[in-house]
């Protein structure tokens, strides 16, 4: 597959190439002083660059096909990893991913929602947009995970949920509502990680958790900014202005109190080195189950429904 | 979000708007009757002819189902912020002040306690005249603290929903009511205390991804247009036009989503017996 690259990436992406290039020269001619000064200007370009990114350029890069995803994470970071399906009631959907594994030296369960990375593999993951069995199927791990006391962590990465006829039929709104409901009560501890998009109703189905962390480059809203474009606009062309109103970066959210937590990506964004986006998630996340796995169930449920009714700016 | 197209008839000057058209006589939208307004009342905002249900707001909900006198509103005057400075075509803080100048409501909900047939509730309305019935923070909290009243004086809960959805200018604030209000919903349910949803037209988006569709008892109006995604987007999505009754009431309760579909002359009675049977 040919690489995507985004318009900002590609001065930096030029530049690596030109020292790529010199560097199979570097035994015969005297230019390692030379190579060691483009390496410095094209750190000092990506630092630029990246800490100047708009809201827009974020949503891009939450949604470059070399992201990791779901599965990416969970072989990354987990060990023994048995991949569980289906809703027992309908079918298993190939849209959210679920299973045990251990990290580290717990056992938890990883729900999120999977991508595909290529046309095929995206028709069989259904672009990451679940149907509601989907998020039967997650609530069926979880509430196995709370049985056997076992800390959940979900990953969010979707367009959002599955705008289909057979999805409404089946009750999209219902799965999606069940799962809040009883997300906000299971009693073992929740992370909440945002890889990717977090497109409205569909991410936060499987969003509720006791921390909520994000990644620098993942976007999360009440909408995608092209359909808020077009229903605020009435036009697909005013994104870039839809993603500034909306506030969706990790940086706003924290802000908001929407999240705890921004996991910082590696130079140039997670889908340039998945091996450091994986390894400080794992660290992460080891971090974060040490404190809440310390705080009883009844606690851990108290403050949880306290979190999400701090959420919201009001007068009266 | 169909409240963009709404046209200049339905901006009346000023005091308590009602979703219904003003003037003495309006048109139906599912016979092309022409009914009077009188009538109209007389037969709860519903065609004698072929029974379509005009959209009413929170005042007729109230006067309809409580008995005379015995509501007594909470968090009136709660209203909007604007907590992200929000701009489209228009500011957010303006859409709210006009909305409640052409209204005369504060936001999208209105929440109290009354009585129906002598039994003590908390009910909870909501009005899609206001920026389409959209869900907010102050929605959230309204409802949050409904069923915290509840909650605390063990009465049944009834939520009347009718919205397209999460409000798009409060971004992730809206979409985190969502998960607010279903969390105490459960604190609810784990107390034992019943709660009706009554879905009317229409009940869209986030509003049914949470609290709508979290009801021990699912009720909705006759002809309601009950789903996740909106018609337009779904027929997008599967590139041909969408069977007659889809996403209507009748073929909610067909799929198994709904308890009771009722006419809206029915509610009140529907509503009083189902509270019996369960609180008594
Ligand atoms: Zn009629």
Redesign the pocket.
């Known amino acids: 597959m040919a690489k995507l690259i985004l318009d900002f990436e590609k001065p930096i992406i030029e530049l690596e190439q030109k020292i790529e290039e010199m560097r199979k020269y570097e035994d015969n001619l005297d230019i390692a002083g030379e190579i060691r000064t483009l390496e410095k200007k094209v750190d000092q370009l990506r630092d630029t660059i990246f800490s100047n990114l708009t809201r827009w350029q974020r949503v891009q890069l939450a949604r470059h096909p070399d992201r990791p995803y779901t599965l990416d994470y969970i072989h990354m970071m987990l060990d023994d990893f048995v991949e569980l399906h289906g809703d027992r009631h309908f079918g298993d959907d190939k849209a959210i991913v679920g299973g045990f594994g251990r990290l580290g030296e717990d056992t938890v369960l990883v729900v999120g929602h999977q991508k595909g990375r290529d046309t095929k593999s995206n028709v069989y993951r259904n672009f990451g947009m679940p149907n509601p069995e989907g998020y039967r199927k997650a609530l069926r791990l979880m509430q196995l995970a709370a049985k056997f006391r076992r800390p959940i962590i979900t990953m969010l990465d979707t367009p959002g949920a599955y705008p289909g006829m057979e999805a409404e039929e089946r009750g999209q709104a219902e799965a999606i509502a069940r799962n809040l409901f009883e997300m906000s009560h299971l009693p073992v501890p929740i992370i909440v990680v945002i890889i990717g998009e977090g497109a409205s109703g569909g991410a936060l189905g499987i969003g509720v958790g006791d921390r909520v962390l994000m990644f620098e480059n993942a976007w999360y809203s009440v909408i995608a900014p092209e359909s808020c474009s077009s229903i605020l606009w009435r036009s697909w062309d005013y994104k870039e202005q839809a993603a500034e109103a909306l506030k969706l970066s990790a940086s706003d959210l924290l802000e908001q109190g929407i999240i705890d937590r921004i996991i910082p990506e590696p130079p140039g964004g997670a889908h340039r080195n998945h091996a450091a986006a994986g390894e400080t998630l794992k660290k992460i996340l080891l971090e974060e189950l040490k404190v809440l796995k310390k705080i009883k169930p009844e606690k851990l449920v108290e403050k949880r429904v306290e979190k999400f009714c701090k959420m919201g700016r009001w007068e009266e | 979000m169909s409240w963009f197209r709404r046209s200049k008839e339905n901006i009346s000057t000023a005091g308590q708007k009602k979703d219904i058209p003003d003037g003495q006589w309006t048109k139906?939208?599912?016979?092309?009757?022409i009914?009077h307004r009188k009538q109209l009342e007389q037969n709860y905002f519903t065609?004698?002819?072929?029974?379509?249900h005009f959209r009413i707001g929170s005042r007729e909900y109230f006067e309809l189902l409580l008995d005379p006198k015995t509501f007594k509103e909470m968090d009136a005057k709660m209203r909007s912020v604007d907590p992200l400075n929000f701009v489209d075509t228009k500011r957010y803080s303006d859409r709210i002040k006009d909305t409640i100048k052409k209204t005369g409501l504060y936001d999208a909900v209105r929440t109290g306690t009354g009585e129906i047939n002598g039994i003590p509730i908390v009910i909870v309305c909501m009005d899609f005249a206001f920026i389409g019935g959209s869900m907010g923070s102050v929605v959230g909290e309204k409802i949050a603290r409904a069923i915290d009243r509840a909650l605390k004086k063990k009465l049944p809960l009834i939520i009347i929903s009718a919205s397209g959805g999460a409000r798009m200018m409060e971004a992730a604030y809206s979409l985190m009511q969502l998960a607010k209000t279903s969390a105490k919903l459960a604190q609810l349910s784990d107390a034992g205390i019943p709660y009706i949803s009554v879905m009317t037209d229409p009940t869209t988006g986030g509003v049914t991804a949470s609290y709508a569709m979290l009801g021990d008892i699912h009720i909705a109006e006759q002809g309601s247009l009950i789903g996740f995604a909106g018609p337009r987007v779904i027929k997008q999505t599967i590139g041909r036009d969408l069977p007659k009754g889809f996403q209507r009431a009748e073929f909610l309760q067909e799929k198994g989503f709904i308890d009771i579909v009722v006419h809206r002359k029915d509610l009140k009675e529907t509503i009083t017996k189902v509270l019996r049977l369960l609180t008594d």
Do not use: P, V
């Open positions: 139906c939208e599912g016979c092309s009757d009914i065609c004698l002819k072929c029974g379509h």
